[in-house]
Antibody, heavy 118, light 108 residues
Framework: EVQLVESGGGLVKPGGSLRLSCAASGFTFSSYSMNWVRQAPGKGLEWVSSISSSSSYIYYADSVKGRFTISRDNAKNSLYLQMNSLRAEDTAVYYC???????????WGQGTLVTVSS | SYVLTQPPSVSVAPGQTARITCGGNNIGSKSVHWYQQKPGQAPVLVVYDDSDRPSGIPERFSGSNSGNTATLTISRVEAGDEADYYCQVWDSSSDHYVFGTGTKVTVL
């Protein structure tokens, strides 16, 4: 069974930093692209960032480019999102999700809540 | 940037058919994926590559895509289908995933 478990969310002040992690199991992590998708309270889904299986290709939404950094450790079956210069509008549930390249996102974690507030 | 537009809401009686549209410029040239999200839960893929269903998704869920509109059709709607639905594509011109605005399906 595929499992994606996010951690690292919490309350942070504007301008602060936070690092999210996603532990993957139940599939060959190193063969899949991985993604972060967020959802602000009461709002729709917003793609944040994607990383290819070997980290060769990395993409960011315009709203986070230059502030967020996606990375992965295939030896540890883990995905990360380093978030710097956080803003109130970054407040959201952040989902870790897997995909085959840039095709459909097949499996999702349950999400971790990030709240940016003073 | 590429934009996907969905109706905010669709209401349907049990047993009837719900159709959810997803509009985008020449979306027929892209592969469209659809997700169902129930309150407090993570999204679930219900249709991928315009019209394919993942294992475990009922045949009642189907999709089509042509021109400037993709459509998710839910036949014989059940109370358990009440959820938010999102379309999604990969926009190769910007190297971005794009999600639609979302449609809330209400079963009357």
């Amino acid at each position: 069974e595929v499992q994606l478990v996010e951690s690292g969310g919490g309350l942070v002040k504007p301008g602060g930093s936070l690092r999210l992690s996603c532990a993957a199991s139940g599939f060959t992590f190193s063969s899949y692209s991985m993604n972060w998708v967020r959802q602000a309270p009461g709002k729709g889904l917003e793609w944040v960032s994607s990383i290819s299986s070997s980290s060769s290709y990395i993409y960011y939404a315009d709203s986070v480019k230059g502030r967020f950094t996606i990375s992965r450790d295939n030896a540890k079956n883990s995905l990360y999102l380093q978030m710097n210069s956080l803003r109130a509008e970054d407040t959201a549930v952040y989902y870790c999700a897997s995909s085959t390249g840039t095709s459909e996102i097949g499996d999702w974690g349950q999400g971790t809540l990030v709240t940016v507030s003073s | 940037s590429y934009v996907l537009t969905q109706p905010p809401s669709v209401s349907v009686a049990p047993g009837q058919t719900a159709r959810i549209t997803c509009g985008g410029n020449n979306i027929g040239s892209k592969s469209v994926h659809w997700y169902q999200q129930k309150p407090g839960q993570a999204p679930v893929l219900v249709v991928y590559d315009d019209s394919d269903r993942p294992s475990g998704i009922p045949e009642r869920f189907s999709g089509s895509n042509s021109g400037n509109t993709a459509t998710l059709t839910i036949s014989r709607v059940e109370a358990g289908d009440e959820a938010d639905y999102y379309c999604q594509v990969w926009d190769s011109s910007s190297d971005h995933y794009v999600f639609g605005t979302g449609t809330k399906v209400t079963v009357l």
